[in-house]
């Protein structure tokens, strides 16, 4: 994973937690991977938060085609 400023991570994170921006976006303008939002947000989030985030994630992703 690319080596981030505290900022930068701040920032991923809103832009993970938003409904309107994709994994697609963050890759592009940060150069992480699904995968890499996925490690950061585990290591930065509570686990229950965490848990509820990826819980929404995916219940998103099922319903458009084109999401996180």
């Known amino acids: 994973m690319k080596d981030l400023s505290d900022p930068?991570?701040?920032?991923?994170i809103h832009m993970a937690l938003s409904d309107h921006i994709a994994f697609s976006?963050?890759?592009?303008?940060y150069g992480l991977s699904e995968s890499d939002?996925?490690?950061l947000m585990?290591?930065?989030?509570?686990s229950g938060s965490y848990r509820a985030w990826r819980k929404r994630v995916s219940r998103?992703?099922?319903?458009?085609?084109?999401?996180?």
């Open 8 to 12: 930068e991570i701040s920032d991923v």
């Open 25 to 29: 976006d963050i890759k592009e303008q």
């Open 60 to 68: 998103f992703s099922e319903r458009r085609a084109h999401y996180k």
């Open 42 to 46: 585990r290591k930065s989030l509570k």
């Open 37 to 39: 939002v996925k490690k």
